[in-house]
């Protein structure tokens, strides 16, 4: 800085500098894309700093240097908002949804765009500008009035203090909010100065907002998204897709990923598809907005006390919930992998009840610090069985028990291992062990295995018990005299039992082979094996070589048949069967060519309402088609069910013919004729 600058020639330069800083400010933290060194960002600031050292009254409250300038205050002033900050009701499926949009269509019969945004799991913020100059930032509050927090607001890098144009007055909504990797590091340095934690990254968010000095909030990284224009003078909008792209250019972080969807259809794939990503991003969100786009019919559909009519909040299924872990025991399953589960105090979680979780392994218990006693977040994602997310520690009381992980199978008493390389402990025990035992049998009798009906734990218990059998191939010489006896079966369900085993006997040979409970061997791979060497005997002769030549079947699965096959009571067993009359061949059926069906390939999506997918899929390849998991050109038909996947979107890109469930049934029965 030259020593004799004048009051003019700084008032140009600390302008010049100040678009300078603010446009690397928002290639940085906003798109991610720096252009020049952080050195380099660093002399502008002090220069800008310098020069408002040596000129105070060239210090306004948008320049960069006074994001946390300012002194801790007592108590946050209120803030009356321009127009109420209204919330959202909420839709828990796709059946709300489509209720929420044949509602609309009923007052506004026009095509209905929408915008689906993801709904961010933060803080709620209005922020106001006057002159394209940010003057203050709230809290949502009670949604009329909320908490002066322009301070600690100023702190967060992609906040804008002046906007590219010089609107005479804008107000926007958006939530601000801590990213998971910042939410993480927080608590592990409270942890290690022996501050309390918090739950999750919302409540870390809204913690270091509220915050009376400013640079603590500083020192917290915190995100915003800008989702809504609340007031505007200046200009106008048609759409909110508009608005979007105007809060973008106007330097807003707006999130990336918004989508214009033409149809209440595309919506629901958007949901889907959601569903599953959602854990890939840094931050956490806990559902989709939707929002319809044309403002006009926006204002004709208004808002009710509460919320708008003209947005909705898709709420995700998978749910956090806080209980206490009872008890930690442990479950051998089939392959006699010890897996911990958590005996958990019932709580609601995403519709139902749990009282286990998984802990997975006991690496993971150690890493959580899961304690019998300890209070801990639960949360469903995606999986069946829910999962313990973390431990709440500052709830301890000091009587909580550390569980130690069994050194003998709890079931058999065996000796256990781990692997090198492996995080699961195993029994030693084999088929000695009766929760192996148990669990094969049930995984035998399963449905997409050799599809037992009235087969389930409980008999299968119950037959183990008594001494009835040792192994599968033992079902099939059961007698009904054998099963009347047990508890709850009358002489009609030992009858219908009887009958489900001998059905059993035809069921195509890759089911058998599923059954049969190969390591690495899937349903998938069992219908590859049974198609290639078509017989049990011939699968028994293969090598690994030979396995190896088909496409989709690597070493682990090769040597693991190979191995399967080596073992004495294994032979023993499948002699047994093949003495039952069990079919061991490949129904041939697929390769005749008068079947209807041939050539034709089909690929299903969502939920079908009267019949499983396995059951759809048997009755597609029982008319000699074929069954594809992914959405191409050389697919002819995508069945369609309810709750569909992205693959319904490809599908229709593609022009292939979409059969609903019904139509599918239709098809099926004309050519089953
Ligand atoms: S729109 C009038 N869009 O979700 C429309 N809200 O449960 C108001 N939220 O209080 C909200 N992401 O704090 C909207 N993309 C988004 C959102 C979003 C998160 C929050 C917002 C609201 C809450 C409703």
Redesign the pocket.
Known sequence: MPKDITLEEAKKRVEELRKEIEKHNYLYFVLNAPEISDQEFDALMRELTELEEKFPQLITPYSPTQRVGEQPSKEFAQISHPVPL???SNAFDFGDLKEWHERIKRHVDTPMDYVV????DGL?VALTYENGIFVTGAT?GDGYTGEDITANLRTIKTLPLRLKDSLPKLVV?G?AYMPKAAFNRLNEERQKKGLSLFANPRNAAAGSLRQLDPKITASRPLGLFV??VLTVEGTEFESHWQALSFLQEQGFPVNPYKKLCRSVEEVYSECTAWEERRWELDYDIDGL?VKVNNINTQRILGHTSKS?RW?I?YKFQSEQAVTRVKDIIIRVGRTGVLTPTAILEPVRLAGTTVSKATLHNEDIIREKDVKIGDKVIVQKAGEIIPEVVSVIKEERKGTEKTFFFPSQCPECGSRVVRLPGEAAVRCTGGLVCPAQRRESLIHFASRDAMNIEGLGPKIIEQILVKGLIEDAADLYYLRREDLINLERMGEKSADNLINAIQKSKNNPFSKLLFGLGIRYVGSRAAKILAERFKTMDRLIEADMDELMEINEIGEKIAQSVVEFFKEEHNLKVIDKLKRAGVNMSEDTAQEDLSLPLVGKKFVLTGKLSTMTRTEAKEKIESLGGEVLSSVSRKVDYLVLGKDPGSKYDKAVSLGITILEEEQFLKLFEKNKK
């Not at 945004?117 to 961010?120: P, S």
């Open positions: 209204l919330s959202l945004e993801l709904k961010i709620s949502r909504r939530e989702y809504e907005v708008p947005a909040a």
